[in-house]
């Protein structure tokens, strides 16, 4: 277990030695902010008109702007993800430092699970800064906090599967853009099977499918609802993944 | 220490090594010696545990690569052709991590740390970003890495490629002092550097071990005596004929019938008259050929030029 977080420890300080884990970031929260702004501004202009017709009732902050923004967020994550786990098993392939890591004590599994928690680590500390907006936006206005802690369950989840999604495409090869492609596509096929599923003609099809969508699940939890199916699905595809990668990592000794 | 039995690796239809055969005693330090591509890195991958072999085993310390690969691996240290280094870390931070992820106790990290930092003479580095460091200072990084957690075994896979002479001289007295409480195996296509620090030399050439031996004997055979392969017709009292012949060291009877192996001095004018006396012999001289020439052909293809000493005459 010691050797898992030393792995884990080394993989995430490296985000910081270079400027990976900043431009990150950066990156995120402007692009995040930018659309908190738009669907802020979407969400007040309604309201005054509503308010302008003589309609007092009020939009509801979780429905109109909490729920947009936090789907959103899956978008940039289907983006950032890949690119912050590419490198993870590619470039130690490139750079042969993963003949130190398989010449040591370590057991294939031990060395995807340390990779595993330090990808984890540094996008649950990126996700972490979209806490601000609703700390931010509690000092003016009133929402249900329930839906807000349920999407970042959600959340939490869900970028479990895309970087145990990245960690295995980064384990196939040593060009960390390919693993970058690889991982892109493995994710959007699980985001396609869902309208696919929409699209069936079989209710049993469309169940299945929908199942299988990784964005379906999510939504649930942005609506504040956490959904034990939904949460065996991710940790069942988060673990599915580190085991391929596993695989592939104890199949390179045979070539 | 090292037990290796019919050790075979096969890459598609390339063999790389076939029927490997060797051990190596505890506190001893041979060299793996061979011209390129003759198997040497492929070995050592294996005897590491890196690769699976096609078939064949190796034990370490008495524990089997492939039934207990975490046994053996906390045994060994192992420095591969190309040191594997993160150029994000700082030299003192790698070694660290290092001795982490070989199951060092954390008591004994530090002193470890310090020892290899020591040992391989990088006090004036250790605060460096590897990624700055030049090649010579890589390499020492490299060797260093393979001795932090303190192994039974070291594979040293090529360990002064790219050092200067002084460099050169610094890490074949690392790897002599090193002898007796570790066993060290390491491999170099440059003759001169076996010599410097091994105490026994396999030489490897396509896939196959073509010699094994100190280096004197193996420089005895090849300097002083040359065998030749002879095959005749009649017999008669043939061998005591050969053996009146000046030059002649020896003769046994070879393989096949009427043949024999004669041992000869190395010189041209014993090789003519051995030659001549035979064919006068009237025992009907089939076949005459050198049998040492693969032994020969081996060493030609290997650098005799040293690093250190063109160092030294400089
Ligand atoms: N991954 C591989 N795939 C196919 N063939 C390989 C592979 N690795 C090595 N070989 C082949 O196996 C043979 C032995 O290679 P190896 O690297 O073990 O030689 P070596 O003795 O270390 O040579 P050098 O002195 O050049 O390092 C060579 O013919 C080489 O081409
Ligand atoms: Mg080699």
């Known amino acids: ?255 | 220490m090292i037990e290796i039995s019919n050790l075979t690796k096969r890459y598609g239809s390339i063999n790389a090594i076939h029927n490997l055969n060797f051990s190596v005693k505890k506190g001893e330090i041979i060299g793996f010696l061979g011209p390129n591509g003759a198997g040497k890195t492929t070995t050592m991958k294996i005897i590491t545990g890196f690769m699976a072999p096609t078939s064949g085993s190796v034990k370490i310390a008495g524990f089997d690569v492939f039934e207990n690969p975490i046994e053996v691996k906390k045994r060994i240290g192992y420095l591969p052709e190309t040191p594997p280094l993160y150029s994000d870390m700082l030299v003192k931070d790698y070694l660290r991590y290092v001795a982490q992820i070989k199951g060092l106790p954390s008591s004994q990290i530090e002193p470890g740390v310090a020892r290899a930092i020591e040992k391989a003479n990088l006090g004036q580095v250790q605060k460096r970003l590897i990624g700055n460091l030049s090649k010579g200072f890589r390499q020492r990084v490299g060797v260093a890495q393979a001795l932090v957690h303190n192994p039974d075994v070291l594979i040293l896979d090529e360990p002064t490629v790219g050092l200067d002479p002084k460099q050169v001289i610094e890490i074949r007295n690392l790897i002599k002092e090193l002898s007796g409480d570790h066993t060290v195996v390491l491999s170099t296509h440059v003759l001169p550097e076996v010599t410097a620090t091994c105490q026994r030399i396999i030489i490897i050439n396509k896939g196959e071990i073509a010699a094994e031996d100190t280096f004197e004997g193996l420089s005895k055979r090849m300097t002083s005596t040359r065998r030749f392969y002879v095959k005749i017709r009649r017999t008669g009292d043939f061998e005591a004929q050969v053996k009146k012949i000046v030059g002649v060291k020896g003769i046994r009877p070879g393989t096949a019938g009427n043949s024999y192996e004669v041992e000869l001095d190395k010189n041209d004018d014993s090789n003519e008259m051995l030659a001549e006396a035979i064919v006068k012999s009237g025992a009907g001289l089939m076949e005459f050929r050198s049998i040492d020439v693969s032994l020969e052909d081996i060493f030609l293809k290997l650098t005799t030029t040293d690093v250190a000493q063109q160092g030294a005459t400089l």
């Open chain 1, 1 to 255: 277990m010691t050797k898992i977080l030393y792995i884990a420890n080394r993989d995430f300080k490296s985000y910081f030695t270079g400027l990976v884990a900043y431009v990150a970031a950066g990156l995120f929260m402007m692009l995040m902010s930018w659309m908190f702004f738009n669907v802020f501004v979407y969400f007040a202009n309604n309201q005054y008109q509503m308010m302008a017709q003589g309609n007092h009732q009020s939009f509801s902050l979780n429905e109109y702007v909490f729920a947009p923004h936090f789907s959103n967020v899956n978008v940039i994550l289907l983006i950032m993800i890949p690119a912050l786990t590419m490198r993870l098993f590619a470039e130690e392939r490139k750079n042969r430092t993963l003949d130190l890591l398989m010449t040591s004590p370590l057991t294939a599994g031990q060395i995807v699970a340390g990779k595993f928690i330090a990808g984890l680590g540094i996008v649950w500390t990126i996700i972490g800064t979209l806490a601000l907006y609703p700390i931010v936006t509690s000092f003016f206005g009133h929402f249900d906090k329930g839906p807000i802690l349920t999407t970042f369950l959600g959340l939490g989840l869900l970028t479990s599967v895309y970087v145990a999604i990245g960690i295995f495409a980064s384990s196939l090869t040593e060009s960390a853009i390919i693993a970058f492609i690889v991982a892109f596509v493995i994710e959007m096929f699980f985001w396609v099977i869902g309208w696919a599923g929409a699209s069936m003609e079989s209710a049993m099809g469309q169940t299945v499918f929908n199942y299988l969508s990784i964005v379906g699940h999510y939504a649930d939890f942005t609506k504040g609802i956490i959904d034990t199916s939904g949460v065996i699905y991710y940790v069942s595809m988060a673990f599915f993944f580190c085991f391929l990668s596993q695989r592939v990592l104890e199949s390179a000794r045979w070539r």
